[in-house]
Nanobody
Framework: QVQLVESGGGLVQAGGSLRLSCAAS????????MGWFRQAPGKAREFTAG????????QYADSVKGRFTISRDNTKNMVYLQMNSLKPEDTAVYYC???????????????????WGQGTQVTVSS
């Protein structure tokens, strides 16, 4: 069982930055690939960024590539999402999630993920 708790959301002006954090419980954190997903009002949840269990592989949605950076610290059971150059269309609830995958793998599919946090709201004003 893995419990995930996100933090770091808030209100920011367009062009600003936020850093989301996700704290994971359990001693097997390094066995899980991690993902960040987001859901805007009236829209489906979408993949934002993913990182392999080692941290050596990352993937990003095209909409955030070059602006967002996912990272993890397996010694602290933490995963992060650094968000720069934020746009109003980045406004959403952001969720972190975990999934057991092979060493190099990342999943972009939310249905693959086993555990989810409660989400943190990010609002970007224009």
């Amino acid at each position: 069982q893995v419990q995930l708790v996100e933090s770091g959301g808030g209100l920011v002006q367009a062009g600003g930055s936020l850093r989301l954090s996700c704290a994971a419980s359990g001693r097997t954190f390094s066995s899980y690939a991690m993902g960040w997903f987001r859901q805007a009002p009236g829209k489906a949840r979408e993949f934002t960024a993913g990182i392999s269990l080692s941290g050596r592989q990352t993937q990003y949605a095209d909409s955030v590539k070059g602006r967002f950076t996912i990272s993890r610290d397996n010694t602290k059971n933490m995963v992060y999402l650094q968000m720069n150059s934020l746009k109003p269309e980045d406004t959403a609830v952001y969720y972190c999630a975990s999934v057991r995958l092979a060493y190099w793998s990342i999943s972009r599919n939310d249905y693959d993920y086993d555990y989810w946090g409660q989400g943190t709201q990010v609002t970007v004003s224009s």
